[in-house]
T-cell receptor, first 114, second 114 residues
Framework: GQQLNQSPQSMFIQEGEDVSMNCTSSSIFNTWLWYKQEPGEGPVLLIALYKAGELTSNGRLTAQFGITRKDSFLNISASIPSDVGIYFCAGQHNSGAGSYQLTFGKGTKLSVIP | NAGVMQNPRHLVRRRGQEARLRCSPMKGHSHVYWYRQLPEEGLKFMVYLQKENIIDESGMPKERFSAEFPKEGPSILRIQQVVRGDSAAYFC????????????FGSGTRLTVV
């Protein structure tokens, strides 16, 4: 099956620093998504990328959809304590069975030191 | 507008019992996805349903697991004769259309099998 390799697995950074994480895949996806999950909650969508090469920002977050459609990165600028959580990349594709299911990476756990 | 509602939030079952997990999609959404998350892992697709129809169950284990989304009422994920390996967080997501990207997740049901 399709797999996403997400790195790094975890990060400890000082408040105010910038953060970068990425995902790579051996398969092509139609859409790349970035989610944030906090303890005890479901994933919350941060950014969706629909076109190869697309660069999209959402406040302090910036993400890009790789030109080959096999990778994506997420940057967080000027981190703050509330950025703490697990960030997941996800690729969306038509399964062929009629659904647009998501394939998730294993997540990047972000810790921000005040 | 309430989000995706899942209940119960936590469920404890003894080995061999049945687990029933409920998901009420957002108002106006008729498409439901179920995902499972093991500890330290990303979410994995299980099944995609529209009202009264299972569209894609390619991620469902062949035995003991079933899902439904009746005309009236919530979507139900049923696990019969639970085993320890079924312990996980189960998330439901809903969308208004089949190809709506970045659908909304609920807060999940955390199943513990003892």
């Amino acid at each position: 099956g399709q797999q996403l390799n997400q790195s790094p697995q975890s990060m400890f950074i000082q408040e105010g620093e910038d953060v970068s994480m990425n995902c790579t895949s051996s398969s092509i996806f139609n859409t790349w998504l970035w989610y944030k999950q906090e303890p005890g909650e479901g994933p919350v969508l941060l950014i969706a990328l629909y076109k190869a090469g697309e660069l999209t920002s959402n406040g302090r977050l910036t993400a890009q959809f790789g030109i080959t459609r096999k990778d994506s990165f997420l940057n967080i600028s000027a981190s703050i304590p509330s950025d703490v959580g697990i960030y997941f990349c996800a690729g969306q594709h038509n399964s062929g069975a009629g659904s647009y299911q998501l394939t998730f990476g294993k997540g990047t756990k972000l810790s921000v030191i005040p | 507008n309430a989000g995706v509602m899942q209940n119960p939030r936590h469920l404890v079952r003894r080995r061999g019992q049945e687990a029933r997990l409920r998901c009420s999609p957002m108002k106006g959404h008729s498409h439901v996805y179920w995902y499972r998350q093991l500890p330290e892992e990303g979410l994995k697709f299980m099944v995609y349903l529209q009202k009264e129809n299972i569209i894609d169950e390619s991620g469902m284990p062949k035995e003991r697991f079933s899902a439904e989304f009746p005309k009236e009422g919530p979507s139900i994920l049923r696990i019969q004769q639970v085993v320890r390996g079924d312990s996980a967080a189960y998330f439901c997501a809903s969308s208004p259309a089949r190809d709506n990207y970045g659908y909304t997740f609920g807060s999940g049901t955390r199943l513990t099998v003892v």
